[in-house]
């Protein structure tokens, strides 16, 4: 025992391989909630956290039955900060990711002001909450957020630059404003954890909602080039329209979105790619004809790659009829038919990553008419939970094939780590049996990130509990199997939602 207890967690089962280890952690990391990890919503652990810790006892779990997994990603969230905070902050978005399993995420653009690299104007929504930091732009103040409100973050992220100024399509963003603020150009290292410009880069370009405009699209792939940043674009642009174009929105007498609205720009960017060069990462894809003509780019060698939704895997337009304006996104919910087309896409890998897209709105703003209501909804409490239930018991995948579509792929796609815990295994010290992998005082700690995974949980999605300020999601009150249970950053419990029946009261393995 001692001032900084360690938390033992016995019995995980790797991801990739299947076996059976323990675990060692560091001390707990200070999380917004307090001095605790960030905990679930019952609290009733932190009474045994909080009571083991203040005795400075180490911490021993029963975790059978458990994955032990690399942090899963997302690269796609809109955190709302600045500008509309009574959305989400960037303190509660990041709880809803450490609930959610997530270890870093990647923030959208379309914040207010953009983070377009540019100076702030007096008066625009959201500037003041910059300048009152001390700081001329939004990026600058992303970058050092955990700063201005001295709180540690319970997870990483990274930054989404906007491809025109203003996210207003007229003109390519100044690539001389942001490119500071690109991985490697900051003196902090890129571990994330110390606030300073490599903590939380720029590391990809976007007007994400809305595809980048055609007058300006060559320019931006030149600034992504001589960045050396992948385009994520919303591959998808209609001036009109409100739901997928077909019965459902003939039923409801309301405009339709036809899905060549998709493929016109997955064409399009496509053949940037083709003509540049250049990465071209494509957002939320939904429909059978984006796919196949992202297969067909794929099998030329293009340096083309997609990302899907959960709710383009869960559900399809017949759902508005049941949960209206919960069911409203962009793009939207797509036919049974390219639902299914959408799991296929995962199962043949034409899909290489899935991302929440992540957008929260207030309920008055969702409780307005179908028509004029915003597009989004939140997806990090439910992801894992969604797909799982999806893909997994649907039989379209395994578990190992899903967390590389939620952790691997996606980190790839931001440059930052994957733990390889089966390289950290290889070391013969460790034993041959049941071992210990102690992640206390190794050199490389505080870039390992990991997310606890209950894959055989059945839990029922309650919105109520969120984490995040928002609770616009049609996922309410579905019944999922597979949870995150704990979240690890930089080698210590960041989040927790393990029940107290773990706890091993006599300190003794499992």
Known sequence: MGASPSIFLHG????????????????????????????????ALGKAWMHALDAGEDIHVDCSGLTLAPGLCDPHVHFRDPGQTQKE??????????????????IMPNTLPALDGAAVKPGDQGAQEVTDAGFETSIDYLQHYA??????????????????????????????????????????????????PDSHPVIAISDDGAAIADGILSEVAEHALLAGI????????????VINEGEISRRLNVPGIPSSTELTIVDRDIELARRTGQHVHLQHVSTAAAFEAIRRAKREGLPVTCETAPHYL????????????????NPP???????????????DGTVDMIATDHAPHTIAEKQLPLSEAPNGIIGLESAYGVCHSVLVDGGFIDDRRLIELMAVAPAGLMGVPSVDITAMLSDPSLGKQLRLLDLRGRDDADAIDMSILAPDEQWTIDPGNFHSKARNTPFG??????????????????????????LIDDGQGA
């Open 89 to 106: 902050s960037m303190l509660s978005g990041c709880a809803a990711a450490a609930s959610g399993g997530y270890t870093n995420v990647l």
């Open 314 to 329: 869960a559900l399809c337009d017949e759902d508005v009829l049941e949960h209206g304006t919960l069911a409203k996104m």
């Open 230 to 241: 992948p385009i994520v674009d919303h591959c998808e642009h209609h001036e009109s329209g």
């Open 477 to 502: 009150s579905w019944k999922v199997t597979g949870r995150p249970i704990a979240t690890v950053i930089s080698s210590s419990l960041a989040f927790s939602r393990i029940p107290q029946g773990m």
């Open 147 to 196: 700063e201005v409100i001295g709180e540690t973050l319970p997870v990483r992220y990274c930054l989404c630059v906007a491809a025109s100024m203003g996210r207003e399509g007229l003109q390519a963003s100044d690539i001389g404003a942001w490119k500071r603020f690109l991985r490697g150009q900051g003196a902090s290292g890129a571990s994330g954890v110390a606030e300073g």
């Open 12 to 43: 995980l089962t790797v991801w990739d391989t299947g076996e059976r280890i323990d675990l060692a952690l560091g001390p707990h990391r200070t999380a917004p909630t307090g001095s605790a990890p960030c905990l679930d919503e019952s609290g």
């Open 333 to 347: 919910l797509r036919s049974a038919a390219d639902r299914q087309a959408t799991i296929e896409a995962v199962c």
